[in-house]
């Protein structure tokens, strides 16, 4: 079955939100190994805005003369992918661009069958790109596989990645990275709340 893998930049107190008020550098290291785990999609979940931020940017990032080559690349993968653009009503018309199609979804229900349906089908993983009202909605509906965090030295007002959860969300570290700019890379996993329960005191949790 395929994954839904929520990868992006973040704060040191989970800002998801507007990465231009906080976001510093991107280091050559550091694209690298984003460029790496977007080798292994083949469709992007968006909401409307960040759709339209991404449709302003990335096909002009695919002239020769823009950028570095592995933005040269990412650009072409973001070409390459389907692009799911997630709408609760489809009134607002897109940006046109390659490979996007609109999906409109009622409510929460909606959207959960639509993504274990979308899980079900043959190909590569599934990037859950944002924005932030999408981000947590997913997240909340507890379909997400993987996380990786690429977690910036800065706190910053805003709206956080799990933010709004009616309950506790355990995750299972599976790896760490860091990046010449200071950027900390953090894998996780979902342990699916089987660890939810409230220790009595401290001492219970000394091992």
Do not use: C
């Amino acid at each position: 079955m395929r994954k839904i893998v929520l990868q992006m930049m973040t704060t040191l107190n989970g800002r998801l939100d507007d990465p231009l008020a906080w976001m510093g550098t991107v280091g050559e290291d550091q694209y690298r190994a984003i460029d790496r785990l977007y080798a292994t999609y083949d469709t992007v979940l968006v909401g409307r805005v960040t759709y339209e931020e991404m449709a302003a940017y990335w096909p002009g990032a695919l002239l020769e003369d823009v950028g570095t080559e592995t933005n040269r690349k990412m650009a072409r993968r973001m070409n390459d992918y389907s692009k799911l653009v997630f709408s609760r009503s489809g009134s607002e018309m897109l940006t046109e661009w390659n490979n996007v199609d609109q999906v409109v979804v009622a409510d929460d229900d909606a959207l959960a069958a639509y993504l274990l349906q979308l899980k079900a089908q043959p190909g590569g993983d599934i990037h859950l790109a944002g924005g932030a009202s999408l981000a947590r909605t997913v997240i909340g509906l507890g379909v997400v596989d993987t996380f990786h965090f690429f977690v910036y030295p800065v706190s910053s007002p805003g709206v956080a990645w799990f933010s709004g959860l009616a309950r506790r969300y355990d995750l299972q570290l599976m790896g760490t990275d860091t990046y010449a700019n200071g950027v900390v890379g953090l894998h996780y996993e979902p342990l699916r709340w089987q660890n939810a329960e409230r220790a009595g005191n401290f001492s219970e949790l000394l091992v």
